[in-house]
């Protein structure tokens, strides 16, 4: 290998990011970043372009999420870049590790008023984990470095770097690119002693695993500690399908009675925040995260491991214990919570009820599909509904809740897994943020699902509303809008579901087309997901 390599910016750049293992680019077009297009165009790195920059950043979000490895966004300076700061937030509250590389105004010229001159760094740095302008030529790949290294660091997360115009346009010479390795975290092991002991001793023990878990490759010693403790699974975000759902230990619908009857409320790869009320529960709690700053500020816990989570859920593994009884309770109500779904499921109501959409969607979902959550109401009933059978194969938009995710994710899953089922399950609502991108997907050739749940309304704000006020504003959209028009308009393909007995063959003939095929459900305004204010 040679000691140096040659070349402008953009080659300079290109050659630390394969070395991180980055095999693709996101963007939309813009002259500040031609460097990098253009490193990527003679290298044969693929480059995928979009309508709006969060898109962008989203699919590299997508990407980061299911390959476990840095996802990369290019943007423009100024307006793109600020354009792509949701998907940068969505990242950091995702524990995504992004790199967005911005285009940035010339520094010889700076404050003369060039084009989308503006300084990033004070708008990003608090949503990174890492953010910097490259002072010149030479520095840049080790700019880059600094940059994925931070971004794959527990706790994860994304990362931004902007370089100016004249330095990435200029060539210059810089080290070979080598990847920097990123050392595992070890838990204080009093503290991993301690975890084990409390979930033991326990006698209704529960585990929640989120996102981390998958994120961190602890899926398996998940489950090894699970069995060796005996102790009932829940599982949120990333986490979902860590235990298929036939695992004796994996539980979906018993999460009430499990949460208030437990005496210990083990929650590993997830915040305490506001999915889990806030870790305000009637038993201790352990909480198991990957990096010290995760652990919670807000509640007192019993003992809160910080480390890798492989090294933590092994330890926990050579623990045993039996919680039979306990499981054996959860058992029935969770067989009482299916049965009742599986009715509602079922429901042949006009207008159509959301429940019946998913019903329809579990028969026609492979074990290896990617399921994408852009939504409020109709993705909340896709998170009761839908039991994921593997882990990272489902994505949502996470604790921001930003909505918008939906096209730039089925973009990177459908990068990511060419010859699998990727379905984005949409509400109306955000179906207003990144349906134009549909272009995107059809002029690149990635055909994915898009199922619209279109009650006509913002579910979660009408509803709330007009419990609290007695009426509603800013509330409604347009009833039975068309949008599988606006697929077709896009060069995609589509239809319009009005009765319940409709949807399952228009599922397959979505799940067969080879564009972008959305399926447009009207359901019923008047159905509302029910649950209490999460919001303080």
Not at 211 to 232: H, I, K, Q, Y
Not at 263 to 281: A, H, K, S, Y
Not at 379 to 406: F, I
Not at 445 to 455: D, E, F, M, R
Request: proline share 7%; with cysteine.
């Amino acid at each position: 290998m040679a000691d140096s390599i040659e070349g402008h910016g953009g080659e300079l750049a290109l050659a630390m990011l394969r070395a991180y293992g980055v095999t693709e680019m996101f963007t939309l077009s813009g002259g500040h970043v031609f460097p990098l297009y253009d490193a990527a165009h003679k290298a044969g790195f693929p480059i995928f372009d979009v309508r709006h920059e969060q898109s962008a950043v989203f699919a590299a979000e997508a990407v980061a999420k299911l390959q476990r490895r840095p996802g990369l966004a290019v943007l423009t300076a100024g307006p793109g870049v600020t354009n792509g700061i949701s998907g940068l937030t969505s990242a950091f509250f995702n524990a995504s590790p992004v790199l967005v590389m911005g285009g940035r105004a010339p520094a010889f010229r700076w404050g003369s008023g060039s084009l989308q001159e503006i300084d990033h760094l004070p708008l990003v740095t608090p949503v990174t984990k890492y953010a910097a302008t490259a002072a010149d030529t030479a520095s840049i790949p080790g700019e880059v470095s600094a940059a994925l290294t931070a971004a794959l660091t527990p706790h994860r997360g994304p990362a931004f770097l902007d370089v100016p115009l004249e330095v990435l346009f200029s060539s210059d010479d810089a080290a070979a690119p080598v990847a920097n390795a990123i050392a595992p975290l070890e838990a204080d092991p009093d503290d991993v002693a301690k975890a084990a002991a409390l979930i033991a001793g326990a006698e209704r023990p529960v585990i929640i695993a989120g996102s981390d878990v998958w994120a961190g490759g602890a899926v398996d010693a998940l489950r090894a500690a699970a069995e060796a403790l005996g102790v009932p699974v829940f599982t949120n975000g990333m986490g979902r399908g860590a235990l298929p759902p036939g695992h004796p230990l994996a539980f979906a619908k018993a999460r009430r009675p499990a949460l208030s009857e437990a005496d210990v409320v083990v929650v590993i790869g997830t915040p305490l925040d506001f999915r889990l009320g806030f870790g305000e529960f009637d038993a201790q709690v352990v909480h198991i995260v990957d990096a010290p700053s995760q652990r919670a500020s807000h509640v007192s816990t019993a003992v809160s491991p910080a480390g890798d989570l492989v090294q933590i859920l092994t330890a926990l593994a050579q623990k045993n214990a039996d919680h039979a009884e306990w499981i054996a309770g959860l058992r029935t109500a969770e067989d009482a919570g299916k049965a009742r779904d599986a009715e509602a499921m079922a429901a042949e109501t006009d207008p159509i009820k959301p429940a019946r959409i998913y019903g329809e969607l579990r028969k026609v979902l492979a074990e290896d599909a990617v399921t994408i959550g852009d939504g409020g109401d109709f993705v909340s009933y896709a998170g009761r509904y839908l039991e994921p059978a593997r882990p990272g194969t489902w994505l949502d938009p996470g604790p921001y809740g930003c909505l918008g995710t939906g096209m730039g994710y089925a973009m990177g899953a459908r990068v990511t897994y060419p010859d699998q089922q990727v379905c984005v399950l949409m509400g109306d609502g955000a179906a207003g943020f990144s349906l134009m991108d549909v272009e995107s997907l059809v002029r690149q050739q990635l055909p994915v699902v898009i199922v619209v749940g279109n009650n006509g309304i913002w579910g979660l704000e009408k509803h709330p509303m007009q419990a609290m006020y007695g009426y509603d504003v800013a509330a409604d959209l347009q009833p039975g809008l068309r949008y599988d028009d606006v697929v077709r308009a896009l060069g995609g393909a589509g239809e319009t579901v009005e009765k319940p007995g409709e949807i399952g063959a228009a599922l397959d003939r979505a799940f067969a087309a080879h564009v972008p095929y959305l399926v447009n459900v009207l359901t019923d305004p008047a159905d509302a997901y029910p649950r209490s204010s999460n919001l303080a």
